[in-house]
């Protein structure tokens, strides 16, 4: 049997990733960058607490994916109707003073 949870900005995944599926993986027609149209990476500052970073997701409207707890990063589902609106969330979670980054799920096309 296989479960499907749905993900939620309550539960984090530990470590766990998701996979992007084909219909939300974007290139750019002007750069030709490839990343996942509505996913955002993040890491934390250090300390930062578990309820704190579920506010600031939150805070955008995002769910978590998946998270490494080694790496200390975490996959955010974003709500976007365009991949262009990915610039506009991602500046308002780096001002967050616990943000360390946020950044775009970039992907790597190999041939």
């Known amino acids: 049997?296989?479960?499907?949870k749905e993900p939620t900005?309550?539960?984090?995944p530990i470590d766990e990733?998701?996979?992007?599926?084909l219909e939300r993986i974007y290139e750019d027609p002007e750069t030709g960058a490839i990343y996942v149209r509505d996913e955002v990476i993040m890491g934390f500052e250090e300390g930062t607490s578990e309820a704190r970073i579920k506010e600031i997701v939150a805070g955008v409207n995002g769910v978590f994916l998946g998270s490494d707890s080694d790496l200390g990063f975490y996959q955010v589902l974003v709500p976007v109707t365009h991949p262009s609106e990915l610039d506009s969330i991602i500046q308002q979670l780096e001002s967050h003073p616990e943000v360390r980054i946020a950044t775009?799920?970039?992907?790597?096309k190999i041939d």
């Open 9 to 12: 900005a309550e539960e984090i």
């Open 1 to 4: 049997m296989v479960k499907v």
């Open 104 to 108: 775009y799920h970039w992907l790597i």
């Open 17 to 21: 990733v998701s996979l992007p599926t």
